[in-house]
């Protein structure tokens, strides 16, 4: 017997459609369906999902994008911080391979862009500092 806390009333939009009650176990195991995989590997300290916090929170530390002739690669953090010391093009390559060329400009205030990347490409000038937001 499954015993319940009541049911919860599901209305749909449609004009032809009843409303619908949903009813709950509260006495029902919850267990996950599968293991999250990163990598080909399950999802842990050590290997962590590639994602992007989307409620801010505050980073708690910062990894330095480093190489030489402009290209320049870290393992993917929560977002790309910077300071741009000469304008030109950032090509950012994500972890699935994917590139998105972004305009940067010089300046002194530090940017923050909300890119999980692994690697940096400056073009066209650019120059500056760029650390993984963790």
Known sequence: MVD?????PLINGASTV?????????????????VPRT???PVS???PLNVIDSNSAAYQGV???TGSSGVLTAAAQRGVIF???ASGTATMTFPDGSTLPVPIQSGSAIQNLPYSVT?????????????GGK
């Open 4 to 8: 319940t806390v009541g049911t919860i």
């Open 18 to 34: 009843f409303q619908q009650n949903v009813t709950f176990d509260i006495n029902a195991n919850a267990t996950p369906q599968s």
């Open 39 to 41: 990598n080909g590997a």
């Open 45 to 47: 300290v050590t290997n």
């Open 63 to 65: 990894v330095l994008f």
């Open 83 to 85: 300071i741009c010391t």
């Open 119 to 131: 690697q940096i490409v400056l073009s066209n000038g650019a120059a500056g500092t760029f650390w």
